[in-house]
């Protein structure tokens, strides 16, 4: 009796080991990217298969450090124990607000950003660009300014920068460069004069995965980086501009760029407008737009079917979004509320 129940626990033991190492497999090699609730600011995490972090700002400044327990959070689902690089697309609040919060939870080894905040409205945006440059004066992390045309030096992936303090890229990226039939449905627009312009926004590759985030450029911006020519070709996955506000989201920039899936940091009642929405759902190529919260600005006809969204209305539960991605350019995109997860196939 004794020798079997030391086999019995010996082959318990090594059905629990096969067990753990193929779930560890279903990830191997993959790149997840967190898209964390911080109530329409954007805090999006991306994790290389090597461990190697980017967090896509920060979320907002107080709350009790809601936010920054959100991403650390995030960070612990992915594994890692620090973040590798900030890159800060602007300096208003929901974007750059979160920074000391959230250094004083995490480890953070280089901040990027565009480098000197435009808006000078003596109020709320230059309160925040003062916290974080206090924060880069103590000498504790590394600064990169980033400028159009640069790589990312983020191994495990291919970070181009589009757009960088009004500057934006010159040359046409990778399946880029033919002429765009959408710019004559996109009306022009009066120049912005706030930080939005300013956006830091990158493309990024991982093989033959493709994604786009250009922080909040607005819709001045997207007409020129796209017309008469679409400079940023298809891409795979359109982090939605400005949480989907109508300052963006041309139809230069979202028909021209064909993208599979977009996904939405809106909160109920901060982005979501109702012709972003309308023009991303009809948008050529599409399969499903993806928001983090319900839009009450959208209504029952405009919001994405219910499954698609990863906070209904009236909730606060910190539901995020997942998106699992490999080189072959299949994802998968998990919705935390529910637990369902949606499989996209090589295109």
Known sequence: MKRF?????????????????????????????????VEGGQATLFVTPSGQSLLIDTGWHGNNGRDADRIVAAAKKAGISKIDYVLITHFHEDHVGGVPQLVARIPVG???????????????????????????????????????????????????????????????????????????????????????????GIQITFGDLKLLDLGDLTWDKEMQLQCPANRLGKVDVYIVSHHGWNQSSSPALVDAIGAR???????????????PLELIAKAPGLETLWQLHYSKEGGPTRNTAAAYIANPQGTDAANYLELIGSKDGSFDILNSRTGDVRHYGTR
Do not use: W
């Open 5 to 37: 129940t030391q086999l019995l626990l010996a082959l318990v033991v090594a059905t629990l080991s096969i067990s753990v190492s193929a779930h560890a497999q279903v990830g191997a090699g993959r790149l997840k990217i967190f898209f964390v609730d």
């Open 261 to 275: 899936v977009a996904i939405m940091d809106n909160g109920e009642t901060k982005g979501g407008s109702a012709a």
């Open 110 to 200: 280089t901040f990027i950003d565009h480098g000197t905040n435009r808006e000078l409205d003596k109020g709320i945006t230059e309160q925040g660009y003062a916290l974080y440059q206090q924060l880069l004066a103590t000498g504790k992390y590394k600064h990169v300014i980033a400028k159009p045309g640069d790589i990312l030096p983020i191994a495990g992936l291919h970070a181009t920068v589009i757009s960088s303090d009004g500057d934006l890229i010159q040359t046409n990226l990778p399946g880029g460069g033919q002429a765009n039939p959408y710019c004559q449905a996109s009306e022009p627009r009066p120049a912005d004069q706030t930080e939005n312009s300013r956006s830091l």
